[in-house]
């Protein structure tokens, strides 16, 4: 009896106290296993508030009698407009560069010819300046309505940029795993039409949205990365790929090498480091394409 009594008091001791142990981590994972799935739900709540704000917002838009989508069509035409303008001002590619031009071109487009435009622009010189003002001032009183051309879009872009980055930065900012973060992306960048990632990229050159870049948002998930090869037609210099190298674009999956990135920020600087890197590393792939090549040749 004495024997069974300290096995008996053995058992109840040790193992009783392992037993509530794991008992107890038992409950604590069930807890944090709900706990997740609970948030992932109210996370995937939330994006889908934004993705219907963000189709309220497109739906809404009214311009010149286009609506919805086909309004970026007539923004980006104004845009090509105002570019043309910059060109008969400032014809010297030396004074400024691309880049500048499309900076002044989208602020006049989303401003309008108002004085606020030249005062974000004032790092520019004033009187060319002036002059890309005053030619698209008398572009806009030339017109047959001038209140509804030329007039600017701010009060439609500033809502529409800013649901969207605020629906990409809640998605990078969660919780979730990175493979649910980039697939929740690329539900948000099937709703974007060849247009409306147009003007985004766009909306990324000028400095209105360069926190797309700062932040990592555009490298990361790609929302333009549906825009077509040769899309953009206000200058014939201009190259998307060149704009943007760290993202690979839905016409370069059929190529054979993929552009990787690396994105290191300090303190106001961010350096990117690009690589390319071979899609497959089946050397009797690389062979049949050695092949054809050679054959092409």
């Known amino acids: 009896m004495e024997y069974y009594g300290l096995l008996g008091d053995y058992v109840g001791g040790f193992w009783g106290t392992f037993v509530g142990v794991l008992t107890l981590l038992v409950v604590l994972l069930t807890w944090r296993a709900a706990r997740r799935t609970d948030y992932r739900a109210k996370t995937y709540q939330v994006f889908a508030e934004m993705l219907r704000t963000h189709e309220e917002i497109v739906t809404s838009m009214r311009i010149n009698g286009f609506s919805g989508r086909d309004t970026f069509v007539l923004v980006l ?24 031009r499309i900076d002044i071109a989208y602020t006049y487009t989303f401003f309008g010819p108002q004085l606020l435009s030249t005062h974000v622009l004032q790092n520019y ?7 890309v003002h005053d030619a698209v001032h008398r572009v806009r009183q030339e017109n047959k309505n001038p209140k509804r ?73 790609k929302p333009i990365k549906n825009i077509p090869e040769m899309f953009f037609t206000f200058d014939r210099q201009f190259n998307v790929k060149e704009q943007f190298p760290y993202i690979n674009f839905e016409w370069e999956s059929s190529g054979n090498i993929e552009i990787r990135s690396s994105r290191f920020t300090l303190m106001s600087w961010t350096l990117v480091l690009l690589r390319k890197v071979a899609k497959t590393s089946n050397p009797a792939v690389h062979r049949t394409l050695r092949d054809k090549a050679a054959q092409r040749r």
């Open 77 to 100: 035409s104004e845009f090509y407009a105002i570019y043309k303008l910059t060109r008969e001002a400032v014809p010297k590619d030396s004074v400024w560069s691309i880049s500048n």
């Open 149 to 221: 051309v030329f007039a600017g879009h701010q009060n439609r872009l500033s809502h529409y940029f800013r649901n969207l980055f605020s629906a990409y930065t809640f998605i990078d900012n969660s919780d979730l795993s990175e493979k649910e973060k980039v697939a929740l992306t690329k539900v948000l960048r099937s709703k974007l039409s060849n247009y409306e990632q147009g003007l985004l990229a766009l909306n990324v050159i000028c400095h209105l949205g360069q926190e797309w870049e700062r932040t990592g948002i555009l490298a990361k998930y």
């Open 125 to 131: 010189d004033p009187d060319l300046i002036k002059k």
